[in-house]
């Protein structure tokens, strides 16, 4: 048997107890989904996207601040809507999202489905690229601003967290906690779409060599929106309560 072959057998996902699962109805968890040289890559391509034409920047919410920094692309995201234009940030139009990320989409589809029909039916036109450093965190909400119904899309890359997945009642328990780590694709759609998640906490020093991030972690959500184009600026918005992802 080659090398590879019996480290697959010994220390394959399946093996070391990750293997992938639906979590809730319609959440499918994948670990592993992107390798370790494709997730080096899209963490440079995340800091070249950075540089213009709008910056990461910490939404604020309330009389807070995300402790999260976040880009969009495709639609601005900002408390509570989507508009072309960085309207919180610099005013700027924001990048549209890259193909490369259109095309992983397509495929985060067809892999939780099975579907090849399916994943090139889902194109998305949004991408949030959220970094956090070892400290940060993201409240218990919901992702609300999008009319349309389409699954939410979400990879990370770097440090593992603790993802609370929960239910579309309450920002409390039932919820379910996974230990969503580098290369880990999150899909979450059909009667869990609307369900309550956050990010209560970040594991310092569990980044893998060569992810492109000594520390913190990268999320990047893929997202249809619904938008129209002419609903400039804001076409759907949300109570500041139900929809918070201040601090947890
Ligand atoms: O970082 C994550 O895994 C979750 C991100 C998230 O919930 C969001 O961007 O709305």
Same mark, same amino acid.
């Given at each position: 048997?080659?090398?590879?072959?019996?480290?697959?057998?010994?220390f !394959?996902p399946? *093996?070391l107890g990750r293997?992938?699962?639906?979590? $809730?109805? %319609?959440?499918?968890?994948?670990p592993d989904?992107l390798?370790v040289?494709?997730q080096a890559?899209i963490v440079?391509?995340a800091?070249?996207?950075?540089?213009?034409?709008?910056?990461?920047?910490?939404?604020?919410?309330?009389?807070?601040?995300?402790s999260v920094s976040?880009?969009?692309?495709?639609?601005?995201?900002?408390?509570?809507?989507?508009?072309?234009?960085?309207?919180?940030?610099?005013?700027?139009?924001?990048?549209?999202?890259?193909?490369?990320?259109?095309?992983? !989409?397509?495929? *985060?589809?067809?892999?939780?489905?099975?579907?090849? $029909?399916? %994943?090139?039916?889902?194109?998305?036109?949004?991408?949030?690229?959220n970094f956090y450093d070892t400290s940060a965190r993201m409240?218990?909400?919901?992702?609300?601003?999008?009319?349309?119904?389409?699954?939410?899309?979400?990879l990370s890359i770097g440090d593992t967290c603790t993802f609370r997945?929960?239910?579309?009642?309450?920002?409390?328990?039932?919820?379910?906690d996974v230990a969503l780590a580098s290369g880990d694709?999150?899909?979450?759609?059909?009667?869990?779409?609307?369900?309550?998640? !956050?990010v209560p906490k970040i594991v310092p020093g569990t980044a893998p060599e060569g992810c492109g991030l000594a520390s913190g972690r990268l999320n990047?959500?893929?997202?249809?929106?619904?938008?129209?184009?002419?609903?400039?600026?804001?076409?759907?918005?949300?109570?500041?309560?139900?929809?918070?992802?201040?601090?947890a």
């Open positions: 048997m080659s090398p590879t072959g019996t480290t697959g057998a010994l !394959g399946e *093996a293997p992938r699962r639906e979590v $809730a109805p %319609g959440a499918f968890w994948v989904w390798t040289p494709q890559w440079q391509a800091r070249s996207l950075g540089r213009g034409p709008v910056p990461y920047h910490s939404a604020k919410i309330g009389n807070g601040q995300m976040t880009l969009s692309l495709g639609w601005h995201w900002y408390p509570y809507g989507y508009s072309r234009y960085a309207v919180d940030v610099n005013g700027c139009r924001v990048a549209a999202v890259p193909e490369w990320l259109v095309r992983l !989409g397509h495929r *985060a589809i067809e892999d939780v489905t099975g579907s090849r $029909a399916e %994943g090139d039916a889902h194109t998305i036109d949004a991408a949030l690229l409240g218990m909400h919901i992702d609300g601003e999008e009319s349309a119904d389409a699954p939410i899309i979400s997945f929960g239910n579309t009642e309450t920002r409390t328990k039932p919820y379910t694709l999150f899909v979450f759609g059909g009667p869990s779409r609307r369900a309550y998640h !956050g990047i959500t893929l997202r249809i929106t619904g938008m129209a184009d002419d609903s400039f600026p804001i076409a759907n918005s949300a109570p500041p309560n139900e929809y918070s992802k201040g601090t």
